[in-house]
């Protein structure tokens, strides 16, 4: 499966927006997924997870009761509606196809889709 994430912006603090993560391949319909995100200077930081029939789902505490992961598989895409933008949320959001392993660790995932570029300011 190959993974493209779009939808980022600049947004105000308490703005809204929402990522999509677009698939290709035959494989998205079966394969868990991930958010996770990267300000400059810090770690890859994982942010949501959904399993490939949306069964189970789990946020980070940063983000749990503001952002919402989900998925169309007809669609082939996942997404993650952001609500509530802090500032500290700015940084670069990626989508990745979970492998094995501890389920909020990026090195649990491959491949990425390109990231995409979440600023908030006012």
């Known amino acids: 499966v190959q993974l493209q994430a779009s939808g980022g912006g600049l947004v105000q603090p308490g703005d809204s927006l929402r990522l999509s993560c677009a698939a290709s391949?035959?494989?998205?319909?079966?394969?868990?997924l991930g958010w996770f995100r990267q300000a400059p200077g810090k770690e890859r930081e994982f942010v949501a997870f959904?399993?490939?029939?949306?069964?189970?789902?789990y946020h980070s505490d940063s983000v749990k009761g503001r952002f919402t992961i989900g998925r169309d598989n007809t669609k082939s895409t996942a997404y993650l509606q952001m609500n509530g933008h802090k500032p500290e949320d700015t940084a670069v959001y990626y989508c990745?196809?979970?492998?094995?392993?501890?389920?909020?660790?990026?090195?649990?995932?491959?491949?990425w889709g390109q990231g995409t570029q979440v600023t908030v300011s006012s």
């Open positions: 391949g035959h494989t998205f319909s079966t394969t868990d």
């Open positions: 990745g196809a979970y492998l094995r392993g501890v389920l909020y660790e990026s090195s649990s995932y491959s491949p």
């Open positions: 959904i399993s490939w029939s949306g069964g189970r789902i």
